[in-house]
């Protein structure tokens, strides 16, 4: 039988250069598909894990199956590590907050590197890191930066803006407290009344000075209340009336405080009245809720008896 001779392949250097190139694209395609699995694992653990601690409150889920022993949440000044410290910090948004609905709105990365686009909502009843509870609901965005370790939780860093959040506690005042009162003001001085009403609380409670002859009804529990049992009775009343010398201050907790003058002229007997007052607005997202009124009684009394 005739031998059929070896086939010889000649590794010329432009077949070298196609071989490693055939091999690079292998070895990329193979450690692409590798990191995507490791991606897609990474958030799936990520994802269940946060699900459980804050909107089942399974806060024992902060444990070193799901965190490394030196799990990291990156603060200023200083940075809380290890299990126990990142528990006691997550737990105060357990027992801060009820009504907890947390959502991922968006998660991606790159390996072990993620980062996540979130909500949190929840009902501020109980103490958080010392702030007694309020009762004001918040609805807040925020983005973490995360880092992954052999399948758990590493490192973590959250942005998020502190300023709306203490607002929405009520910490610390909206500021567009001001504008609403202001708006209130402008719109009382042209008899702009409808847009007044609507700048109240469908609750709102509203104080007139003691002695004041329109406290016979306090507290007045709704727009409509303060429309029949003050406005209503300040058109009767008077044939002039105007609101003057307005200064506003912006308060802790959502208040407001007004230092202004009444300059009115009464019906009855023609009197006039050049009365110091003040008014303490309190607010909830952007609407009035409470009203107290301070006001130079004595002057008021004079003038009716005249």
């Known amino acids: 039988m005739e031998q059929v001779p070896p086939i010889t392949i000649i590794a010329t250097p432009r077949f070298r250069r196609v071989a490693v190139l055939f091999f690079l694209v292998c070895i990329s395609h193979y450690l692409g598909i590798a990191q995507d699995k490791n991606l897609e694992n990474n958030i799936q653990i990520y994802t269940q894990v946060w699900d459980k601690v804050l909107n089942n409150g399974e806060i024992d889920q902060i444990n070193s199956q799901n965190f490394d022993t030196s799990i990291t949440l990156i603060t200023n000044p200083d940075s809380i590590v ?39 909502t929840g009902t501020h009843t109980g103490d958080f890191f010392g702030i007694p509870a309020t009762g004001n609901t918040v609805n807040i965005n925020g983005v973490t930066l995360v880092k992954m370790r052999q399948g758990k939780i590493a490192q973590e860093q959250d942005f998020m803006d502190n300023m709306v959040f203490l607002q929405q506690l009520g910490i610390q005042s909206d500021p567009h407290n ?7 003001y402008n719109s009382f001085s042209i008899g702009d009344i409808p847009t007044v009403l609507s700048l109240m609380d469908p609750n709102i409670v509203w104080n007139e000075a003691e002695g004041n002859s329109y406290a016979d009804g306090n507290p007045y529990k709704g727009p409509q209340a303060v429309l029949d049992g003050i406005f209503t009775r300040i058109k009767e009343d008077h044939e002039f009336f105007k ?6 201050y912006e308060m802790a907790n959502n208040q407001v405080l007004a230092t202004l003058r009444y300059r009115a002229t009464l019906k009855k007997n023609g009197a006039p009245i050049d009365a110091q007052a003040a008014h303490l607005w309190s607010l909830k997202g952007r609407k009035i809720i409470r009203f107290q009124q301070f006001v130079d009684t004595k002057q008021l009394h004079e003038a009716l008896g005249r």
């Open 178 to 184: 001001m504008t609403v009162v202001d708006s209130i």
């Open 243 to 248: 609101l003057a010398d307005i200064q506003l």
């Open 82 to 120: 290890g299990i126990d410290k990142f528990k006691a910090y997550y737990q105060h948004f357990i027992t801060g907050f009820s009504n907890i609905s947390f959502s991922i709105v968006d998660i991606f990365g790159q390996d072990d590197k993620l980062v996540k686009h979130w909500n949190f």
